[in-house]
């Protein structure tokens, strides 16, 4: 059965810094990987889908790597803002289970 | 419009009334979703519907009762609910539902449901 981890579950950085949120998964056949966030009491929003075949995928300052083989995947946020505050979360679809799999997701508070 | 719309965006119920959720998408996708979001736990899937068919169906209690009449509209029925289903409901849209031509998935901000 997949699981799909991510690790913290809450991050606390000062503004301007970079940094990454990582995502593991156990069943290594999926056929993709999508980056969400969400603000308190809302919807997901899609931030980042990658492909099985493809290794990263980016959007502004954003960067999401796929490392299918150990299972990982990470999101890099560059020069980050007060307004990048939100719980992200990554869901991995496909694996044995063919389904979408959603993580715990990390709680991010950009300090101003 | 554009997106993932659900109406309404709060509901408060007490454990005899009946009530519906809707989730309509202009995106022209073919599978909808509903998922069930509760304070410290993973979105849970609960059903899927492709090309307005059912295709799975999480192992979710009968007091919930999903409508597709078109590939556009989703309906979750509710009706003699527990305290405990008490959460954020979230419908879903992709442009299909299996293999690697899934694409995206895109999601609705969600129907906040208290139960008295």
């Known amino acids: 059965k997949q699981e799909v981890t991510q690790i913290p579950a809450a991050l606390s950085v000062p503004e301007g810094e970079n940094l990454v949120l990582n995502c593991s998964f156990t069943?290594?056949?999926?056929?993709?990987l999508q980056w969400f966030r969400q603000d308190p009491g809302k919807g997901l929003t899609s931030l980042l889908l990658i492909q099985s075949s493809q290794r990263e995928q980016t959007s502004g300052r954003l960067n999401a790597s796929l490392d299918k083989s150990s299972g990982r995947s990470t999101l890099y946020i560059a020069a980050s803002q007060p307004g990048d505050s939100a719980t992200y979360l990554c869901?991995?679809?496909?694996?044995?289970?063919?389904?979408?799999?959603f993580g715990k997701g990390t709680r991010l508070h950009i300090l101003p | 419009e554009t997106g993932v719309t659900q109406t309404p965006r709060h509901l408060v119920m007490g454990m005899t009334n009946k009530k519906s959720l809707k989730c309509e998408q202009h995106l022209g996708h073919n599978a909808m979703y509903w998922y069930k979001q509760s304070a410290k736990k993973p979105l849970e899937l609960m059903f899927v519907y492709s090309l307005e068919e059912r295709v799975e169906n999480n192992s979710v209690p009968s007091r919930f009762s999903p409508e597709c009449p078109n590939s556009s509209h989703l309906f979750l029925h509710l009706h003699t609910l527990q305290p405990e289903d008490s959460a954020l409901y979230l419908c879903?849209?992709?442009?299909?539902?299996?293999?690697?031509?899934?694409?995206?998935?895109?999601f609705g901000e969600g129907s906040r449901l208290t139960v008295l």
């Open positions: 869901a991995v679809y496909g694996g044995r289970d063919d389904k979408i799999i």
């Open positions: 879903a849209s992709s442009q299909g539902d299996r293999g690697p031509d899934t694409g995206e998935l895109f």
């Open positions: 069943d290594s056949a999926i056929y993709n």
